[in-house]
Protein backbone atom coordinates (compact mmCIF):
# COMPACT_ATOMS: atom_id res chain seq x y z
CA UNK A 1 0.00 0.00 0.00
CA UNK A 2 1.58 3.36 -1.21
CA UNK A 3 0.98 6.70 0.85
CA UNK A 4 -1.05 9.40 -0.82
CA UNK A 5 0.77 12.59 -2.11
CA UNK A 6 1.34 14.56 0.78
CA UNK A 7 -0.95 17.44 -0.91
CA UNK A 8 -3.63 15.10 -1.07
CA UNK A 9 -3.06 13.98 2.22
CA UNK A 10 -2.73 17.32 4.07
CA UNK A 11 -6.26 18.03 1.95
CA UNK A 12 -8.32 15.54 3.43
CA UNK A 13 -6.71 15.92 7.20
CA UNK A 14 -7.83 19.24 6.70
CA UNK A 15 -11.17 18.85 6.01
CA UNK A 16 -11.69 16.14 8.61
CA UNK A 17 -10.41 17.86 11.39
CA UNK A 18 -12.04 21.01 12.91
CA UNK A 19 -10.08 24.28 12.49
CA UNK A 20 -7.56 25.36 14.77
CA UNK A 21 -8.26 21.89 16.85
CA UNK A 22 -6.76 18.95 17.01
CA UNK A 23 -7.68 15.41 16.78
CA UNK A 24 -8.86 13.23 20.15
CA UNK A 25 -6.67 10.80 20.74
CA UNK A 26 -6.93 7.50 22.77
CA UNK A 27 -3.96 5.36 24.12
CA UNK A 28 -4.30 1.69 25.42
CA UNK A 29 -1.56 0.72 27.40
CA UNK A 30 -0.62 4.30 28.19
CA UNK A 31 0.32 3.72 31.88
CA UNK A 32 4.01 1.99 30.73
CA UNK A 33 6.29 1.37 28.36
CA UNK A 34 6.08 3.08 24.96
CA UNK A 35 2.20 3.83 26.04
CA UNK A 36 3.25 5.94 28.94
CA UNK A 37 6.05 7.74 26.51
CA UNK A 38 3.48 8.56 24.01
CA UNK A 39 0.77 9.65 26.38
CA UNK A 40 3.02 12.12 27.53
CA UNK A 41 3.84 13.73 24.44
CA UNK A 42 0.62 13.71 23.07
CA UNK A 43 -0.28 15.69 25.70
CA UNK A 44 2.28 18.20 24.97
CA UNK A 45 1.72 18.34 21.82
CA UNK A 46 -0.37 21.57 20.28
CA UNK A 47 -1.55 19.65 18.09
CA UNK A 48 -3.54 17.39 20.14
CA UNK A 49 -6.79 18.71 21.21
CA UNK A 50 -6.82 16.01 24.20
CA UNK A 51 -5.34 12.33 24.98
CA UNK A 52 -8.10 9.91 26.27
CA UNK A 53 -5.53 7.18 28.61
CA UNK A 54 -6.48 3.30 28.47
CA UNK A 55 -4.87 1.07 31.25
CA UNK A 56 -5.44 -1.52 33.71
CA UNK A 57 -3.90 1.14 36.68
CA UNK A 58 -3.68 4.72 36.00
CA UNK A 59 -0.58 6.21 35.07
CA UNK A 60 1.33 9.52 35.98
CA UNK A 61 0.16 11.58 33.10
CA UNK A 62 -2.25 14.26 34.67
CA UNK A 63 -2.67 16.18 31.82
CA UNK A 64 -4.57 13.53 30.13
CA UNK A 65 -8.19 11.82 30.81
CA UNK A 66 -8.18 8.50 32.54
CA UNK A 67 -10.27 5.50 32.15
CA UNK A 68 -8.96 2.22 34.39
CA UNK A 69 -10.22 -0.86 32.32
CA UNK A 70 -9.00 -3.96 30.44
CA UNK A 71 -8.57 -3.61 26.86
CA UNK A 72 -10.73 -7.04 26.74
CA UNK A 73 -13.76 -5.16 28.12
CA UNK A 74 -16.75 -4.54 25.85
CA UNK A 75 -17.33 -1.58 28.27
CA UNK A 76 -13.98 0.39 26.19
CA UNK A 77 -16.32 0.95 23.47
CA UNK A 78 -17.88 3.89 25.64
CA UNK A 79 -14.98 5.21 26.58
CA UNK A 80 -13.72 5.58 23.18
CA UNK A 81 -16.61 7.83 22.12
CA UNK A 82 -15.09 11.59 20.82
CA UNK A 83 -12.20 10.06 20.00
CA UNK A 84 -10.98 10.59 16.31
CA UNK A 85 -7.95 7.99 16.65
CA UNK A 86 -6.77 4.95 18.91
CA UNK A 87 -3.04 4.27 19.19
CA UNK A 88 -3.44 0.37 20.93
CA UNK A 89 -0.47 -0.34 22.42
CA UNK A 90 -1.70 -2.63 24.94
CA UNK A 91 -0.01 -5.65 24.80
CA UNK A 92 2.42 -8.53 26.24
CA UNK A 93 5.39 -10.09 24.88
CA UNK A 94 7.19 -10.44 28.07
CA UNK A 95 9.38 -13.83 27.70
CA UNK A 96 7.43 -14.65 31.42
CA UNK A 97 4.28 -14.91 30.23
CA UNK A 98 2.17 -18.01 29.52
CA UNK A 99 2.17 -18.23 26.32
CA UNK A 100 -2.33 -19.18 25.92
CA UNK A 101 -2.42 -16.52 28.71
CA UNK A 102 -0.34 -13.58 26.04
CA UNK A 103 -1.88 -14.86 22.80
CA UNK A 104 -5.62 -14.35 24.51
CA UNK A 105 -4.50 -11.03 26.09
CA UNK A 106 -2.84 -9.99 22.48
CA UNK A 107 -5.60 -11.48 20.22
CA UNK A 108 -8.53 -10.61 22.31
CA UNK A 109 -7.71 -7.08 23.47
CA UNK A 110 -7.32 -6.23 19.54
CA UNK A 111 -10.39 -7.77 18.22
CA UNK A 112 -12.27 -5.90 21.16
CA UNK A 113 -10.13 -2.22 20.45
CA UNK A 114 -10.92 -2.40 16.96
CA UNK A 115 -14.62 -3.24 17.25
CA UNK A 116 -14.96 -1.13 19.85
CA UNK A 117 -13.46 1.81 17.95
CA UNK A 118 -15.83 1.15 14.93
CA UNK A 119 -19.08 1.18 17.34
CA UNK A 120 -17.87 4.97 19.06
CA UNK A 121 -17.35 6.00 15.56
CA UNK A 122 -13.31 6.32 15.87
CA UNK A 123 -11.91 6.85 12.29
CA UNK A 124 -8.51 5.28 12.84
CA UNK A 125 -7.03 3.24 14.81
CA UNK A 126 -2.80 2.80 15.08
CA UNK A 127 -1.35 -0.91 15.77
CA UNK A 128 2.52 -1.39 16.73
CA UNK A 129 3.27 -4.74 15.97
CA UNK A 130 7.14 -5.70 14.65
CA UNK A 131 9.22 -5.79 11.69
CA UNK A 132 9.44 -9.66 13.03
CA UNK A 133 6.48 -10.23 11.00
CA UNK A 134 8.36 -9.98 8.31
CA UNK A 135 10.63 -12.86 9.37
CA UNK A 136 14.15 -14.30 9.24
CA UNK A 137 15.49 -16.08 6.49
CA UNK A 138 18.36 -16.22 4.47
CA UNK A 139 17.14 -15.10 1.35
CA UNK A 140 15.50 -11.75 2.79
CA UNK A 141 16.51 -8.86 0.39
CA UNK A 142 18.63 -5.99 2.54
CA UNK A 143 16.66 -3.59 3.27
CA UNK A 144 13.18 -5.25 2.72
CA UNK A 145 10.68 -3.60 1.22
CA UNK A 146 7.68 -2.41 3.56
CA UNK A 147 5.63 -4.04 0.71
CA UNK A 148 7.14 -7.32 1.16
CA UNK A 149 5.33 -10.86 2.10
CA UNK A 150 5.06 -11.61 5.69
CA UNK A 151 6.89 -14.83 6.16
CA UNK A 152 7.33 -15.17 9.69
CA UNK A 153 6.06 -18.01 11.26
CA UNK A 154 4.59 -18.22 14.93
CA UNK A 155 7.81 -20.04 16.31
CA UNK A 156 9.28 -17.29 17.92
CA UNK A 157 8.25 -15.74 21.23
CA UNK A 158 4.76 -13.77 20.20
CA UNK A 159 4.94 -13.43 16.46
CA UNK A 160 2.10 -15.93 16.32
CA UNK A 161 0.28 -12.93 18.12
CA UNK A 162 1.79 -10.41 16.31
CA UNK A 163 0.65 -12.38 12.83
CA UNK A 164 -3.08 -12.46 13.99
CA UNK A 165 -2.81 -8.83 15.24
CA UNK A 166 -1.70 -8.06 11.21
CA UNK A 167 -4.50 -10.61 10.10
CA UNK A 168 -7.12 -8.59 11.99
CA UNK A 169 -5.58 -4.84 10.92
CA UNK A 170 -6.12 -6.36 7.45
CA UNK A 171 -9.67 -7.35 7.70
CA UNK A 172 -10.78 -4.21 10.21
CA UNK A 173 -11.66 -1.80 7.32
CA UNK A 174 -13.65 -4.74 5.85
CA UNK A 175 -15.67 -5.72 8.35
CA UNK A 176 -15.99 -2.05 9.85
CA UNK A 177 -16.39 0.29 6.23
CA UNK A 178 -15.06 3.85 7.27
CA UNK A 179 -12.35 2.09 9.99
CA UNK A 180 -8.86 3.07 8.94
CA UNK A 181 -6.12 0.76 10.23
CA UNK A 182 -2.24 1.60 10.49
CA UNK A 183 0.05 -0.70 11.39
CA UNK A 184 3.81 0.44 13.02
CA UNK A 185 6.36 -2.41 12.77
CA UNK A 186 9.38 -1.30 14.55
CA UNK A 187 12.91 -2.86 14.21
CA UNK A 188 14.72 -4.36 17.00
CA UNK A 189 13.04 -2.39 20.17
CA UNK A 190 15.21 -0.55 22.23
CA UNK A 191 14.55 1.40 25.61
CA UNK A 192 13.04 -0.24 28.67
CA UNK A 193 12.12 -3.71 26.90
CA UNK A 194 13.18 -7.19 27.63
CA UNK A 195 12.78 -9.40 24.98
CA UNK A 196 15.02 -12.93 23.13
CA UNK A 197 16.59 -10.00 21.23
CA UNK A 198 17.88 -7.69 24.18
CA UNK A 199 18.82 -10.74 26.14
CA UNK A 200 21.28 -12.10 23.17
CA UNK A 201 23.39 -9.06 24.26
CA UNK A 202 23.25 -10.16 28.01
CA UNK A 203 25.11 -13.19 27.49
CA UNK A 204 28.93 -13.55 28.00
CA UNK A 205 29.24 -14.73 24.50
CA UNK A 206 27.44 -13.50 21.32
CA UNK A 207 26.22 -17.19 20.11
CA UNK A 208 26.58 -17.10 16.47
CA UNK A 209 25.05 -19.72 14.06
CA UNK A 210 28.19 -21.46 11.87
CA UNK A 211 27.40 -20.15 8.52
CA UNK A 212 24.89 -17.46 9.37
CA UNK A 213 24.45 -13.68 8.00
CA UNK A 214 23.45 -11.68 10.91
CA UNK A 215 22.31 -7.97 10.70
CA UNK A 216 21.64 -5.77 13.57
CA UNK A 217 18.73 -2.61 12.66
CA UNK A 218 17.94 -1.25 15.75
CA UNK A 219 14.59 1.08 16.78
CA UNK A 220 15.23 3.22 20.42
CA UNK A 221 11.57 3.46 21.87
CA UNK A 222 11.44 7.33 21.64
CA UNK A 223 12.59 7.09 17.71
CA UNK A 224 9.03 4.57 18.29
CA UNK A 225 6.91 7.20 19.85
CA UNK A 226 7.62 9.71 17.39
CA UNK A 227 6.62 7.32 14.68
CA UNK A 228 3.47 6.77 16.17
CA UNK A 229 2.72 10.29 16.95
CA UNK A 230 2.76 11.23 12.96
CA UNK A 231 0.90 8.14 13.17
CA UNK A 232 -1.64 9.27 15.37
CA UNK A 233 -1.74 12.60 13.39
CA UNK A 234 -2.22 11.07 9.93
CA UNK A 235 1.12 12.22 8.74
CA UNK A 236 2.07 8.94 7.71
CA UNK A 237 -0.71 6.05 6.98
CA UNK A 238 -1.01 2.31 5.57
CA UNK A 239 1.59 -0.12 6.88
CA UNK A 240 5.25 1.03 7.69
CA UNK A 241 8.32 0.52 9.29
CA UNK A 242 10.26 2.28 11.96
CA UNK A 243 13.87 1.67 12.67
CA UNK A 244 17.45 3.49 12.69
CA UNK A 245 18.86 4.02 9.13
CA UNK A 246 21.58 1.35 7.95
CA UNK A 247 22.15 -1.67 9.53
CA UNK A 248 25.26 -3.46 11.32
CA UNK A 249 27.49 -6.67 10.18
CA UNK A 250 28.00 -8.92 12.74
CA UNK A 251 31.67 -8.30 13.30
CA UNK A 252 30.51 -4.65 13.63
CA UNK A 253 28.45 -5.78 16.75
CA UNK A 254 31.18 -7.53 18.68
CA UNK A 255 33.53 -5.08 18.06
CA UNK A 256 31.35 -2.05 19.11
CA UNK A 257 30.26 -4.14 22.14
CA UNK A 258 33.71 -5.56 23.32
CA UNK A 259 31.42 -9.11 23.09
CA UNK A 260 33.42 -12.13 21.80
CA UNK A 261 31.80 -14.89 19.91
CA UNK A 262 30.84 -17.96 20.10
CA UNK A 263 30.20 -19.86 17.13
CA UNK A 264 27.82 -23.42 17.06
CA UNK A 265 26.81 -25.78 14.30
CA UNK A 266 22.94 -24.71 13.22
CA UNK A 267 21.84 -28.10 13.72
CA UNK A 268 23.52 -28.35 17.20
CA UNK A 269 22.53 -24.25 18.54
CA UNK A 270 18.61 -25.47 17.25
CA UNK A 271 18.65 -28.57 18.52
CA UNK A 272 19.86 -27.35 22.17
CA UNK A 273 17.37 -24.49 22.25
CA UNK A 274 14.55 -26.80 21.63
CA UNK A 275 15.35 -29.22 24.54
CA UNK A 276 16.32 -26.34 26.88
CA UNK A 277 13.06 -24.74 26.22
CA UNK A 278 10.94 -28.08 26.29
CA UNK A 279 12.36 -28.81 29.81
CA UNK A 280 11.54 -25.91 30.70
CA UNK A 281 15.53 -24.15 31.30
CA UNK A 282 14.89 -21.34 28.94
CA UNK A 283 12.02 -18.67 28.20
CA UNK A 284 12.84 -18.80 24.75
CA UNK A 285 12.05 -21.38 22.11
CA UNK A 286 14.14 -22.41 19.27
CA UNK A 287 12.49 -19.98 16.59
CA UNK A 288 14.23 -17.14 18.51
CA UNK A 289 17.31 -17.82 17.05
CA UNK A 290 16.53 -17.20 13.26
CA UNK A 291 16.47 -13.25 14.12
CA UNK A 292 20.17 -13.56 15.46
CA UNK A 293 20.81 -15.60 11.87
CA UNK A 294 19.34 -14.00 9.04
CA UNK A 295 18.59 -10.18 8.09
CA UNK A 296 15.37 -8.59 8.67
CA UNK A 297 16.58 -4.92 7.99
CA UNK A 298 13.65 -2.85 6.76
CA UNK A 299 13.22 0.84 4.96
CA UNK A 300 11.94 3.49 6.40
CA UNK A 301 10.98 5.51 3.38
CA UNK A 302 7.28 5.86 3.84
CA UNK A 303 8.00 7.89 7.62
CA UNK A 304 11.36 9.27 5.41
CA UNK A 305 8.76 10.49 2.69
CA UNK A 306 6.60 11.86 5.18
CA UNK A 307 9.20 14.06 6.54
CA UNK A 308 10.13 11.55 9.69
CA UNK A 309 13.79 10.98 10.94
CA UNK A 310 15.58 8.90 13.45
CA UNK A 311 17.17 10.38 16.26
CA UNK A 312 19.16 7.75 16.86
CA UNK A 313 21.94 5.24 15.03
CA UNK A 314 22.23 2.09 15.33
CA UNK A 315 25.43 2.31 17.28
CA UNK A 316 23.95 4.81 19.76
CA UNK A 317 21.06 2.45 20.20
CA UNK A 318 23.41 -0.34 20.49
CA UNK A 319 25.23 1.62 22.96
CA UNK A 320 22.23 2.23 25.32
CA UNK A 321 20.99 -1.34 25.06
CA UNK A 322 24.67 -2.48 26.19
CA UNK A 323 23.91 -0.23 29.43
CA UNK A 324 20.54 -1.40 30.44
CA UNK A 325 22.12 -4.95 30.42
CA UNK A 326 24.89 -4.36 32.73
CA UNK A 327 24.97 -6.14 35.92
CA UNK A 328 22.81 -8.88 33.88
CA UNK A 329 23.68 -12.37 33.21
CA UNK A 330 21.62 -14.60 30.42
CA UNK A 331 22.46 -17.79 29.86
CA UNK A 332 20.41 -19.41 26.60
CA UNK A 333 17.73 -17.26 27.28
CA UNK A 334 17.41 -17.28 30.95
CA UNK A 335 18.32 -14.32 32.97
CA UNK A 336 20.58 -15.47 36.12
CA UNK A 337 19.50 -13.56 39.75
CA UNK A 338 21.45 -13.33 42.20
CA UNK A 339 20.74 -16.43 43.74
CA UNK A 340 22.36 -18.09 41.14
CA UNK A 341 25.91 -17.01 42.35
CA UNK A 342 26.94 -17.31 38.96
CA UNK A 343 30.07 -14.86 37.80
CA UNK A 344 30.29 -13.67 33.89
CA UNK A 345 33.13 -15.84 33.26
CA UNK A 346 31.16 -18.69 35.11
CA UNK A 347 27.83 -18.37 32.96
CA UNK A 348 30.60 -18.04 30.17
CA UNK A 349 31.53 -21.74 30.74
CA UNK A 350 27.93 -22.57 31.72
CA UNK A 351 27.37 -21.59 27.78
CA UNK A 352 29.93 -23.36 26.21
CA UNK A 353 29.02 -26.36 28.31
CA UNK A 354 25.66 -26.78 26.34
CA UNK A 355 27.10 -26.46 23.36
CA UNK A 356 29.57 -29.14 24.36
CA UNK A 357 27.39 -31.22 26.20
CA UNK A 358 24.52 -31.16 22.63
CA UNK A 359 27.61 -31.89 20.25
CA UNK A 360 28.54 -34.87 22.61
CA UNK A 361 24.78 -36.11 22.83
CA UNK A 362 24.70 -36.01 18.87
CA UNK A 363 27.97 -37.63 18.39
CA UNK A 364 26.35 -40.57 20.51
CA UNK A 365 23.10 -40.81 18.98
CA UNK A 366 25.33 -41.09 15.61
CA UNK A 367 26.58 -44.15 17.48
CA UNK A 368 23.91 -45.95 18.53
CA UNK A 369 25.29 -45.23 22.28
Known sequence: MSSPDPQVRAARNASTQPAGRGPVVAV?????????????????SGEVRKVLAIDERRGECAEAQWHVLDVRDPAIAEKLRGADVVVHLALDLDLETDPA???AFNVRGTQTVLTAAAAAGVRRVVLCTSAMVYGALPDNDIPLSEDAELRATAEATGVGDLLEIERLARRAPRAHPGLNVTVVRPAVLVGGTDTALTRY???????VVAGSRPAWQFCHVEDLVSALEYA???????????????????????????????????????G???????IGLTPSPAGDLAYTM??????????HDAGWRAKWTNEEVLAALLAEAEGRHTVAGRRLGAKDAIAPAAAGATVALLGTA??????????GI
Open 358 to 367: ALVRRARRRR
Open 232 to 270: ALEKVEGEFAVGCDGWLEQEDVEQLSGIRRMELPSAVAL
Open 272 to 278: AAARLHR
Open 28 to 44: TGAASGAGELLTRRLAA
Open 201 to 207: FESPRLL
Open 294 to 303: HPWVVSVGRL
Open 101 to 103: ART
